[in-house]
């Protein structure tokens, strides 16, 4: 059974204020865990400018926070961008790193096979662990620090599925 990685969707209104975003207008995105009583493991909550010069500093520091980025509402009936931003991508792996919670250790496995086939990460090898799987050292193109990943064995469909969703989240219509 494929393992389904539930991130809330936008609301359309800022999380500090509740103000409803206007088509055109800016805001910044994050993405953290869900509390625990939530039936998500990763929530996204969206900040109007004003409400995110508050929120900024807080957000930055919070280990929590796995990804912060700038989009802006898109207009009636305009075109949806197909571009995923290489930095939000780079900054959702980097701070999943260390991790063993199962979700984030696939959620990161799954970001390592995108950054690959965008070439932004190297694969470098692989050994197996005690536990049946395998550890991936792989390196930030340009960059000679390496890091490792867990390869958890997951399914195909769960990468499809993974893929999918972190496709809705960074592109989600507000």
Known sequence: ???DYNITKTTGRCAA????????????????????????????????PGCWSDAKAEAEADPD????????VPRPKEKRRTFVDDEVLISF???????????????RFVLALILMRKRLLVYDGSEP?????????????????????IDPHVEEEQIHQ?????????????
Request: glycine share 8%.
């Open 17 to 48: 204020c509740e103000k409803e975003m206007a088509p055109g207008e800016e805001f910044v995105a994050t993405v953290r865990p869900a509390p625990d009583d939530a039936e998500e493991e990763f929530a996204r909550r969206d900040y109007c």
């Open 129 to 149: 662990t005690g536990d049946g799987q395998d550890v991936w050292t792989m390196h930030v193109r340009g960059s000679d620090q390496s890091c490792q990943v």
């Open 93 to 107: 792996f980097e701070r999943l790193e260390g991790s063993d919670e199962p979700a984030r250790v696939q959620f």
């Open 65 to 72: 926070v796995l990804g912060i980025w700038r989009s802006r």
């Open 162 to 174: 993974v893929s999918r969703q972190l496709g809705e989240i960074l592109e989600a219509d507000l």
């Open 1 to 3: 059974m494929a393992k």
